[in-house]
């Protein structure tokens, strides 16, 4: 019996972008409880450059060779034993725990969904790390409300130009900060109040919000302490913030991480599927230029979400 082999691109050691190794492997057989999926395309996320680069070592480390890639949307090749609710055809998109620049993966189904007919593959592979992100910020450990004012930094990013939507269809008032070549951009995402960071000071223009969602981190989190009024909350989804610095203020601040709840991102797909939000592909790239899809996430700046596109 011949072996069926499928392309990939796997890292064996932390480094530069000369780690991304396009290989040829055997497809993997789906375990009990998983699922084997023919890829369609996959969300280029920071946190794929910061794991080949070894800067999560210390909290995620990573068993070598390793395929990067979670955010993923393909179909159904083959189900395993114990599987249910999903059949070999069906569309699906969601998060698998890496592996996702390959041809084919296998993964438990817990954050894989059925993909809607409306919503495109590319659409559907930004949704984990990004809209989903955004949800669990906003939703799970922020509680925004209708009528609660919230400050989204980097509102034209993977993150924020979901987080920019998603809290308007809440019924939020939204001010974005983005540089002047995205505050269109934002704005036609639906923000109210858009800041350039790079020509303005942003506690300058704004205070006294309900919620920050901070998606930058260093100095632009330090500098969001002082908008956000008695009884509010500070969530970074880039770094820890200070609890004793909240406190003084009388501020809630934590770090947002963690999975969505299933609902979030049927939620979303539906959305976007409905026209009631835009998912933005700032570029595609062919999975053998994943080089430089690494690349351009690595310069922090652009549009919404870039995508690798593996097969068809
Ligand atoms: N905790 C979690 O679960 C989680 C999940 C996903 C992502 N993250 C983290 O969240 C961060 C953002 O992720 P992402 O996927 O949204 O990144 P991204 O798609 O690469 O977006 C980066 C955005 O940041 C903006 N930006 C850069 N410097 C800025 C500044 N000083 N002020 C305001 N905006 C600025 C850029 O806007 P311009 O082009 O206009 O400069 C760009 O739109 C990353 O650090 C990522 O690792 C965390």
Redesign the pocket.
Known sequence: MTTKMMQTVRVHQYGGLEELQLEQIAIPQPADNEILIRVHSVGV???DW?YREGLMKDIYPMQFPFISGSALSGVVEEVGKGVFGFHQGQAVFGRADRGACAEYITTKVDKIYKKPDGLSFEEAATIS??AS?AWVALFENGKLLSGQRVLI??A?????SAAVQLAKWKGAEVIG???A??VEYAQSLGADTVID?KTMAFEKEVQEVDLVLD???GN?LERSFSVVKRGGKLLS??EVPSLKKAEQLGIHAQF??GFAPDKAFETIAQLITEGKMKSTIAKEFPLHEIRAAHEL?QT????G?IILRVGN
């Open positions: 996320l920071p946190v910061a790390g990004g992100t930094h980097a034209a990013g993977g993150v924020g900060t983005c540089s070549a995205n960071y998606a930058v981190g632009t989804i880039a947002s991480g996430c922090g700046h652009g549009r979400r």
